[in-house]
T-cell receptor, first 111, second 113 residues
Framework: AQSVTQLDSQVPVFEEAPVELRCNYS??????LFWYVQYPNQGLQLLLK??????LVKGINGFEAEFNKSQTSFHLRKPSVHISDTAEYFC?????????FGKGTRLHILP | KAGVTQTPRYLIKTRGQQVTLSCSPI?????VSWYQQTPGQGLQFLFE???????NKGNFPGRFSGRQFSNSRSEMNVSTLELGDSALYLC????????????FGPGTRLTVT
């Protein structure tokens, strides 16, 4: 069975500093990987996805993620955060007809 | 293309009542999934409908039910509401063959008093 672990429930970071949000998954077979963002009082929005090919995936708003098969990780990064990045971020793993979401990481941007 | 729409956006109900929430997927999307989001439990999968059939179901009591119509619009119903049912209910649609990439609506905020 698949599972997703987001290691940090909250991450505080200063504005213009880099950030990494961690995601590990467990699966014995190939999976598809996603990061979603949820701004306050809104639904989830797709940030980026890994389906196959290059392990470095670029998404919207300057975010990128790297698929590491040996470490079963899909960490999300941004080199310089902005106050508008304040949101909750969800990692998700999908295979066949099922998708599983992590519990989310709340990103706090400090002025 | 219009996004996923959910109605109503906000709802206040009393314990014991029932509620019906509606979701209209993106045009062409035939799969609709429902999630419950609460601060304590995070995002929890309720069920998924595809071509009017329930394809997957999460671990929720039978008070939670859903259906999908021939135009892919979906409704979910919660009967005999409990205080713990207060949550944001999210609907997501996806297109066949897109490896489960989901598009979410803005959600319905249900408060049970």
């Amino acid at each position: 069975a698949q599972s997703v672990t987001q290691l940090d429930s909250q991450v505080p970071v200063f504005e213009e500093a880099p950030v990494e949000l961690r995601c590990n998954y467990s699966s014995s077979v190939s999976v598809y990987l996603f990061w979603y963002v949820q701004y306050p009082n809104q639904g989830l929005q797709l940030l980026l996805k890994y389906l196959s090919g290059s392990t470095l995936v670029k998404g919207i708003n300057g975010f990128e993620a790297e698929f590491n098969k040996s470490q079963t990780s899909f960490h999300l990064r941004k080199p310089s955060v902005h106050i508008s990045d304040t949101a909750e971020y969800f990692c998700a793993v999908a295979r066949d007809d099922k998708i599983i979401f992590g519990k989310g990481t709340r990103l706090h941007i400090l002025p | 293309k219009a996004g996923v729409t959910q109605t109503p956006r906000y709802l206040i109900k009393t314990r014991g009542q029932q509620v019906t929430l509606s979701c209209s997927p993106i045009s062409g999307h035939r799969s609709v999934s429902w999630y419950q989001q609460t601060p304590g439990q995070g995002l929890q999968f309720l069920f998924e409908y595809f071509s009017e059939t329930q394809r997957n179901k999460g671990n929720f009591p039978g008070r939670f039910s859903g259906r999908q119509f021939s135009n892919s619009r979906s409704e979910m119903n919660v009967s005999t509401l409990e205080l713990g049912d207060s949550a944001l209910y999210l609907c997501a649609s996806s297109f066949p063959g897109t490896r489960r990439e989901q598009y979410f609506g803005p959600g319905t905020r249900l408060t049970v008093t």
